[in-house]
């Protein structure tokens, strides 16, 4: 495996995507401590990035010999963690719904992520492609399942099969699918997997980082994997082993002494249903649970507490206003310049999120995976939209939307009456519709802000004949690449308009053909010019206008071990080393 | 008495399903569907539910057929005794439903008998001491209790009990660590009971000892208590042989209401408590547009407030010679 080769797999791979909100809302822990931000908050004007240096990790490296840390400390205890997603009842990872943390305790994957964006080797301890890209080839480890069973080739087989069997409740069937076609797989022996595609694609190992690898030999001859048993008492390769689950209110997990990876630093985990957020932080503050991921505004009092850390991350990419282009008055490019030239993103910036986001000038976060892709050359935002009310006025002006009686633009009769939606849940969302609302006003475009149920919302995405006058703009992070890989074909690319995924109805030929040539490319420098080209032509067309990038945040406990306070992205490190984490004392 | 009874029972089964006809159209005609739940759920988790994916679950749900074929498959399902999948959970609603509603009934329980066992004789004081310290204090009680926001009052004892003092768990019905052993597990029992009944009892309290002094009121003022003190009976005959009985009548009749009040849980308090019962089940199966838990809760309940209103009923009947049924 060359160097070359491994770099641009990384790049290749893709991360999850995660609307922010349901991060917020949903566990995932990523961390920058609090001393990192102001040092975050200078880098942020579009200066160099932070190169992310190679995981070091290698599989099989040996962890702290049992009872000793390296620095002498002794291991074990039980970790409390929450989750705020609500009882799944689903412990098998492949299945739609399934429970978060059983599927990073119980469960491993072929390869995962660690906290700076690299690719980890996992079950796959090493994995490599062709030079045509057209082949993939994994090599596994040796390791069992917590039941004892080998674990060999043809569970991924099994796993690979279970996955696009089109009776299985899963979300994963298109992960394996490349170019419209399913990819072919075989084991060369039980310790080699072999994956042929069509064509090359550059997000297709982050796909295969979703998907958990699930034992054969218990589910093979099951009736009906949607309701196997199995799934109430899962089995997998991870650091532990599920030991019981109380509906609605905890699950048990313990350690796995013969864990491929070495000993599990901690004797066990147990994971709390704690829906509501306060009740959450009570828990923490009593000392029943040990971390949380904390909603902005209860960030602060945890900043200077000596028993807590506050590890935060800066969200992969920025929260934008997006523009309904299929409505009559923002199909003109001239009116969408005008909105941003119209809007003082600094200032909104610095309003809602009290200076702690980034002022985002490109479509990705500066730091993170994503980073090399941001084209610093030729595209910043500030630069090219600054805020300059007069120049707005003047947009409109040209574009036939002259003022009315009270003071609102008109055009053949039309007021420029614009509604901005969000999704319920986020005071900060609602913060940002206010302060655009009044920007907005202030060059005569009347703003109607609505906060609606995620669900509700969903469903008029996903509606081809929703009517855009009710929608004509949102707040939130669209289009959304995947977290670790600039993809944006789902949301960007003018055949997935709806009921697909391109629910703000963006279509540009140029825009199409550098996300389809983005998607094939796997060499890195290559792909990283042609994210810039499209980078360059986002700037030009505005399908949204990037406002800043929020910085999220974990409190974890100062009882627990095994977590850096300087780890880039908690939450990346929990999925990632998830064994290595330990309660103190 | 026993036509009535029959006529009763035999209204139940149209007006169940008129109520569940009506729940049925109501959760179609809300925005949403189990499938943007789930697509919801799942960029939580870093998956994201493609548009085929999307469509595949629509149809194996049946979400694609028109509604009133829907109803009709789930109308048929039930017949055959038949409650349905969980879409969330995966799992048949009648284990979903009985793996929380003892929880509930449990907290409800408890707190409904410390109610009613430190309300109904504080009612009765409070009206036989009218305009005494006693009465004025504990109308103003009773004032406030009825003013107090529930989840407000939960927040505060969580935080105040629970953190700050630190003399009560914040979460559960059971500590995951509790030593085995009978006289520990008690302990941990009754300090997990402990914050939850009293967010309940203390907001309920005051709706039940209002109600039993106003009642109280009502009948120490009838002649009958006058002809039985004149009689000469002691105070204490009069009160509790005669009056307090006779103002129990409404108390019944409110009581037939337990049945509905034991299973339906408190959405607030047990959110706030991280209490597995079936107000949470409710609150996120609607939310998450899990109809099959909807509709069977909601059948649940509007069973459970028939059969309560057909023996409060009943026992007023018993209770009150005067009252006929015909």
């Given at each position: 495996m060359d160097d070359a080769g491994t770099a641009a797999l990384a790049s290749g791979a893709s991360a999850r995507r995660y609307p922010r909100r349901t991060i917020l809302k949903r566990a995932a822990a990523i961390g920058f401590s609090s001393a990192f931000i102001p040092t975050l908050l200078a880098a942020c004007g579009g200066g160099s990035a932070e190169e992310a240096t190679p995981s070091d990790a290698a599989p099989g490296s040996p962890s702290p010999a049992p009872g000793e840390t390296p620095s002498g400390e002794t291991t074990g205890g039980i970790v409390n963690a929450n989750t705020t997603l609500g009882d799944k009842g689903i412990g098998n990872p492949i299945l739609n719904g399934n429970d978060y943390w059983t599927e990073w305790l119980v469960f491993s994957k072929l390869t995962k992520y660690d906290d700076e964006g690299n690719v980890l080797p996992d079950l796959a301890a090493t994995y490599e492609y062709s030079e045509d890209g057209l082949t993939l080839t994994l090599s596994l480890v040796d390791t069992t399942w917590h039941d004892g069973e080998p674990f060999t080739a043809a569970d991924v087989l099994f796993t690979f099969d279970t996955v696009s069997d089109p009776n299985v409740d899963t979300p994963y069937g298109s992960r394996l699918q490349v170019g419209g076609e399913k990819v072919q797989y075989e084991a060369l022996d039980d310790r080699t997997v072999r994956i042929t595609m069509k064509e090359p694609f550059a997000p297709f190992l982050f796909g295969l980082s979703q998907i958990g690898i699930i034992p054969r030999h218990l589910l093979e001859n099951s009736a009906d994997i949607n309701t196997d048993p199995f799934n109430l008492q899962p089995i997998g390769t991870g650091p532990y082993k599920f030991v019981e689950k109380q509906p609605d209110q905890f699950v048990r997990y313990e350690r796995f002494d013969n864990y491929f990876k070495g000993r599990p630093a901690a004797d066990g985990w147990t994971v709390f249903y704690m829906v509501d957020a306060n009740a959450g932080a009570a828990a923490l503050e009593s000392g029943e649970i040990d971390m949380m991921f904390t909603p902005p505004e209860m960030q602060p009092r945890y900043e200077d507490d000596p028993d807590y850390m506050l590890l935060n991350y800066v969200y992969f990419t920025p929260i934008t206003l997006a523009f309904n282009h299929?409505?009559?008055?923002?199909?003109?490019?001239?009116?969408?310049?005008?909105?941003?030239?119209?809007?003082?993103?600094?200032?909104?910036?610095?309003?809602?999120?009290?200076?702690?986001?980034?002022?985002?000038?490109?479509?990705?976060?500066?730091?993170?995976?994503?980073?090399?892709?941001?084209?610093?050359?030729?595209?910043?935002?500030?630069?090219?939209?600054?805020?300059?009310?007069?120049?707005?006025?003047?947009?409109?002006?040209?574009?036939?939307?002259?003022?009315?009686?009270?003071?609102?633009?008109?055009?053949?009769?039309?007021?420029?009456?614009?509604?901005?939606?969000?999704?319920?849940?986020?005071?900060?969302?609602?913060?940002?519709?206010?302060?655009?609302?009044?920007?907005?006003?202030?060059?005569?475009?009347?703003?109607?802000?609505?906060?609606?149920?995620?669900?509700?919302?969903?469903?008029?995405?996903?509606?081809?004949?929703?009517?855009?006058?009710?929608?004509?703009?949102?707040?939130?992070?669209?289009?959304?690449?995947?977290?670790?890989?600039?993809?944006?074909?789902?949301?960007?690319?003018?055949?997935?308009?709806?009921?697909?995924?391109?629910?703000?109805?963006?279509?540009?030929?140029?825009?199409?053909?550098?996300?389809?040539?983005?998607?094939?490319?796997?060499?890195?420098?290559?792909?990283?010019?042609?994210?810039?080209?499209?980078?360059?032509?986002?700037?030009?067309?505005?399908?949204?206008?990037?406002?800043?990038?929020?910085?999220?945040?974990?409190?974890?406990?100062?009882?627990?071990?095994?977590?850096?306070?300087?780890?880039?992205?908690?939450?990346?490190?929990?999925?990632?080393?998830?064994?290595?984490?330990?309660?103190?004392? | 008495m026993a036509g009535f009874i029959i006529r009763r029972l035999l209204w139940m089964l149209p007006l169940l399903l008129g109520v569940s006809i009506i729940c049925f159209a109501m959760l179609k005609r809300a925005p949403g569907d189990p499938v943007a739940a789930m697509l919801a759920e799942s960029r939580s988790t870093g998956q994201n539910l493609t548009l085929a994916d999307r469509e595949r679950l629509r149809h194996q749900l049946g979400l694609d057929r028109p509604a009133y074929l829907q109803y009709v498959d789930w109308l048929g399902q039930v017949a055959h005794g038949n409650l349905g999948?969980?879409?969330?959970?995966?799992?048949?609603?009648?284990?979903?439903?009985?793996?929380?509603?003892?929880?509930?009934?449990?907290?409800?329980?408890?707190?409904?008998?410390?109610?009613?066992?430190?309300?109904?004789?504080?009612?009765?004081?409070?009206?036989?001491?009218?305009?005494?310290?006693?009465?004025?204090?504990?109308?103003?009680?009773?004032?406030?209790?009825?003013?107090?926001?529930?989840?407000?009052?939960?927040?505060?004892?969580?935080?105040?009990?629970?953190?700050?003092?630190?003399?009560?768990?914040?979460?559960?019905?059971?500590?995951?660590?509790?030593?085995?052993?009978?006289?520990?597990?008690?302990?941990?029992?009754?300090?997990?009971?402990?914050?939850?009944?009293?967010?309940?009892?203390?907001?309920?309290?005051?709706?039940?000892?209002?109600?039993?002094?106003?009642?109280?009121?009502?009948?120490?003022?009838?002649?009958?208590?006058?002809?039985?003190?004149?009689?000469?009976?002691?105070?204490?005959?009069?009160?509790?042989?005669?009056?307090?009985?006779?103002?129990?009548?409404?108390?019944i009749t409110l009581l037939g209401y337990v049945l509905v009040i034991l299973v339906e849980g408190s959405i607030v308090v047990e959110n706030i408590f991280s209490w597995p019962g079936m107000g949470q089940l409710a609150a996120q199966s609607l939310s998450q547009r899990d109809y099959p838990v909807v509709m069977a809760i909601v059948l649940l309940s509007a069973t459970l407030i028939l059969v309560g209103t057909l023996i409060s009923d009943i026992l007023y009947a018993i209770v009150d010679p005067r009252v006929r049924y015909d």
């Open positions: 299929k409505h009559p008055a923002l199909a003109d490019i001239n009116v969408r310049r005008a909105i941003a030239h119209a809007i003082d993103r600094k200032t909104l910036n610095e309003t809602v999120t009290k200076g702690r986001g980034l002022l985002a000038n490109n479509h990705y976060a500066t730091t993170g995976p994503l980073d090399r892709y941001n084209n610093y050359d030729e595209v910043n935002y500030e630069t090219e939209y600054p805020f300059d009310p007069a120049r707005a006025q003047r947009l409109l002006d040209e574009a036939g939307w002259t003022p009315g009686a009270d003071g609102i633009r008109e055009k053949n009769g039309q007021r420029l009456s614009l509604t901005v939606l969000t999704y319920a849940g986020f005071d900060e969302y609602k913060n940002d519709q206010v302060i655009i609302q009044q920007m907005l006003g202030e060059v005569g475009i009347e703003i109607t802000p609505q906060v609606l149920e995620y669900t509700t919302l969903e469903g008029m995405w996903h509606d081809p004949n929703d009517d855009p006058m009710g929608r004509a703009m949102e707040v939130q992070e669209w289009p959304h690449p995947f977290e670790q890989d600039p993809d944006v074909f789902n949301e960007l690319h003018s055949s997935n308009v709806p009921p697909g995924d391109n629910y703000m109805w963006f279509q540009d030929a140029e825009v199409d053909q550098l996300i389809d040539q983005g998607r094939t490319t796997v060499d890195l420098d290559e792909r990283v010019q042609i994210y810039q080209q499209l980078d360059r032509r986002r700037m030009e067309t505005l399908p949204a206008l990037p406002l800043y990038c929020a910085v999220d945040g974990w409190v974890v406990s100062r009882r627990l071990g095994g977590v850096p306070e300087d780890t880039p992205s908690f939450r990346w490190y929990q999925r990632a080393f998830p064994e290595k984490i330990y309660k103190q004392g | 999948m969980s879409t969330r959970m995966n799992q048949p609603v009648a284990d979903v439903i009985m793996q929380r509603l003892p929880n509930t009934m449990k907290l409800a329980g408890v707190a409904l008998v410390l109610t009613l066992v430190i309300a109904l004789p504080l009612g009765v004081l409070s009206a036989i001491r009218q305009y005494s310290l006693l009465d004025y204090f504990l109308t103003t009680f009773n004032f406030i209790g009825i003013s107090i926001p529930q989840f407000w009052l939960g927040l505060m004892l969580l935080y105040f009990f629970g953190v700050t003092l630190g003399w009560f768990p914040v979460r559960g019905m059971s500590s995951p660590y509790v030593e085995p052993g009978f006289w520990n597990q008690a302990k941990d029992t009754v300090l997990h009971y402990a914050l939850p009944v009293a967010s309940i009892t203390l907001v309920s309290l005051a709706g039940y000892t209002r109600y039993q002094r106003a009642a109280m009121l009502e009948v120490i003022r009838q002649d009958y208590i006058r002809t039985a003190r004149a009689k000469g009976l002691r105070e204490r005959a009069v009160i509790l042989g005669h009056a307090w009985r006779n103002s129990l009548i409404p108390i």
